[in-house]
């Protein structure tokens, strides 16, 4: 479905990628794992299309989207949620989402409407409600929220667990899981790697710009230099 080869991006003459080659196949839940700075959120922008990149192709269903804008790629099936949710505070939730459907415009959206809030009943209590005076792990489930309303076929999820409690983890890990089952293809980085690892079919581990190991998400996981660096084990 996805497929990364060579890519580099850069910062100004300061290179963070340094030729980065992934695939993500139809389905499959694939981890991003990495360090802080190794470069997991720069990767997803330069996926999605707000980041540039200096070298290496992008395919998308075996189309290279590598020069398409990013509001063409979410035309394509490709949405993105943001680390640090990045919701629209002074809109409600109700429009928050409705601009997720953007993309869509002109067509019906109340099949993805119904979608989310079936995903996530807690936001229909609080439907106008603006999205900034909501609690984080709120917006969390807001943000995922907006990236379904454009029926994305690939969703890049950038540390959705980042600053909940843990029983509000176990959730947004538990409606990962299901987006997985009702088909959807997902692009998952996260900082807790032991949960990351859980849910996952297959896992690339970024070291400073660079891919080291990938396999099996299993296998990644009962790695001796995975389980001492990543998991502290
Ligand atoms: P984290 O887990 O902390 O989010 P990350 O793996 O997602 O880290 P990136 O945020 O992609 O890493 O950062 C990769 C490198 O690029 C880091 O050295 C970072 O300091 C640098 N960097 C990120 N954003 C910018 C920016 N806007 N301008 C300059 N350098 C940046």
Redo the contacts with the bound molecule.
């Keep these: 479905m996805l497929s990364v080869e060579n890519l580099r991006s850069a ?2 003459r ?1 290179e ?2 340094h030729g980065v080659t992934l695939r993500v196949d139809p389905g499959e839940i694939v981890t991003l794992i ?12 330069a996926i999605s299309g707000v980041q540039p990149i200096t070298a290496g192709t992008i395919r998308f269903e075996a189309q290279p989207i590598e020069r398409w804008s990013a509001h063409a790629r979410v035309g394509a099936g490709i949405s993105q949620v943001p ?1 640090g949710r990045q919701v629209f505070d002074s809109l409600s939730v109700k429009d928050n989402l409705r601009l997720g459907a953007w993309s869509r415009r002109g067509g019906d959206v109340g099949p993805a409407l119904a979608r989310v809030c079936r995903l996530f009943p807690m936001l229909e209590a609080i439907w106008e409600a603006p999205a900034g005076t909501l609690s984080g792990g709120q917006q969390q489930m807001l943000a995922i929220g907006r990236a379904l309303m454009a029926e994305p076929r690939l969703l890049l999820l ?2 959705p667990s980042m600053g909940l409690a843990p029983k509000l983890v176990d959730h947004v890990l538990a409606v990962i899981r299901s987006l997985k089952d009702e088909g959807l293809t997902i692009l998952l ?1 996260e ?1 807790n790697a032991g949960a990351a690892l859980a849910i996952a079919d297959r896992a690339y581990v ?1 070291e ?2 660079k891919v080291g190991l990938n396999g099996n998400a299993a296998d990644i996981q009962n790695d001796p230099r995975i389980r001492e660096a990543y998991l502290g084990i």
């Design positions: 910062y100004g300061i963070v990628l990495g360090a802080n700075g190794a470069g997991k959120t720069t990767l997803m922008h680390e950038d540390e980085v900082q970024l400073t710009g």
